[in-house]
């Protein structure tokens, strides 16, 4: 049998990680980092690369929180509208995040002509 164990939050000092987090930025972190090696073996700037790293990320954060509250808990939202502001509740659609995070890195490569 393997064995399971469930890791799901650490204290580290006053401050609670919790695990997903720290898995999403470390898959950011490691995604800019090697979109940044690729610019230097390609004619892009780094500069270039940071810009599209930004402008994906607050188009995928804000569209999974959007996603979350349209389709997975819209009556609570609407009963709530305060609510829909705090998304350190939890609530975010990786579907969301992550066709909107696509189509944030389209606008930006538009605007920048790429």
């Known amino acids: 049998m393997i064995p399971y ?3 799901t939050h650490f204290n580290l000092g006053p401050v609670v990680i919790q695990v997903w987090g720290l898995c ?25 690369i940071v810009d599209m790293a930004i402008w994906i990320l607050i188009s995928a954060f804000i569209w999974a929180r959007v996603f979350y509250v349209a389709f997975y808990n819209l009556a609570f939202y609407l009963a709530n509208p305060a ?3 705090k998304f350190w509740e939890g609530g975010m ?4 995040g992550f066709f909107w995070g696509g189509f944030g890195n389209m606008d930006f490569c538009q605007a920048a002509q790429i």
Do not use: D, P, T, W
């Not at 490691?30 to 270039?48: H, I, P, T």
């Not at 659609?93 to 969301?96: F, I, Q, R, V």
């Open 24 to 48: 999403v930025a470390i898959g950011i972190m490691a995604a800019v980092l090697y979109m940044r090696y690729l610019a230097n073996k390609q004619v892009l700037s780094v500069e270039v």
């Open 93 to 96: 659609s990786s579907l969301g």
């Open 83 to 85: 609510s829909v502001f």
């Open 5 to 7: 164990f469930q890791l």
